[in-house]
T-cell receptor, first 112, second 114 residues
Framework: DAGVIQSPRHEVTEMGQEVTLRCKPI?????LFWYRQTMMRGLELLIY????????DSGMPEDRFSAKMPNASFSTLKIQPSEPRDSAVYFC??????????FGSGTRLTVV | GESVGLHLPTLSVQEGDNSIINCAYS??????FIWYKQESGKGPQFIID?????DKRQGQRVTVLLNKTVKHLSLQIAATQPGDSAVYFC?????????????FGQGTRLTINP
């Protein structure tokens, strides 16, 4: 089991550019979560999916953020346009029908 | 003005000693709790969990205690090792407006001194 796979590991982009973060959950897990971690706010839940359907996106900061899950093995988090305050580590996590949340290694985003 | 970062509580213990990390949770309706360990540059890693119908659960070198009366959770690590140095988070699973959320605490940085 390769675990939750996120790409890229690091992303540096200029303000105003579009950024796409990718996540492959553990096979068979039917929940997928996107979290953001910053020194100011700690770990925050942005959005989560159940069986590829977005259930709760109340944590998404604003319309510049969007997330999709076109199939059970892939999800994206997109920021357009990016701003310096979006700089953070973004984690994807997946969960089976029980409660076993597994996190990926994260994507460190720097917007300059 | 100058921004203020998140100042993590810190705990320093001697290698071989036991450590206790505490966490206060917010939602009395939370029914499941998890402790995570996060090492530098890595994602949170599951350590141990406990359901709200239990007050104690033991794993390998770790014990979680749950006191629902005061909404308090603790993680005990026995015979600490250098590899235990990390930030430890408690998380509570709550159902808010029909949506299940895993809400994380601010974290505690544990440092093991040789």
């Amino acid at each position: 089991d390769a675990g939750v796979i996120q790409s890229p590991r690091h992303e540096v982009t200029e303000m105003g550019q579009e950024v796409t973060l990718r996540c492959k959950p553990i096979s068979g897990h039917d929940y997928l979560f996107w979290y953001r971690q910053t020194m100011m706010r700690g770990l925050e839940l942005l959005i989560y999916f159940n069986n590829n359907v977005p259930i709760d996106d109340s944590g998404m900061p604003e319309d510049r953020f969007s997330a999709k899950m076109p199939n059970a093995s892939f999800s994206t988090l997109k920021i357009q346009p990016s701003e310096p305050r979006d700089s953070a580590v973004y984690f994807c996590a997946s969960r089976d029908r029980g409660y076993g949340y597994t996190f990926g290694s994260g994507t460190r985003l720097t917007v300059v | 003005g100058e921004s203020v970062g998140l100042h993590l509580p810190t705990l320093s213990v001697q290698e071989g000693d036991n450590s206790i990390i505490n966490c206060a949770y917010s939602n009395s309706a939370s029914d499941y709790f998890i402790w995570y360990k996060q090492e530098s540059g890595k994602g949170p890693q599951f350590i141990i969990d406990i359901r709200s119908n239990m007050d104690k659960r033991q794993g390998q070198r770790v014990t979680v205690l749950l006191n629902k009366t005061v909404k308090h959770l603790s993680l005990q690590i026995a015979a600490t090792q250098p590899g235990d140095s990390a930030v430890y988070f408690c998380a509570e699973k709550s159902t808010i407006q029909g949506a299940q959320k895993l809400v994380f605490g601010q974290g505690t940085r544990l440092t093991i001194n040789p």
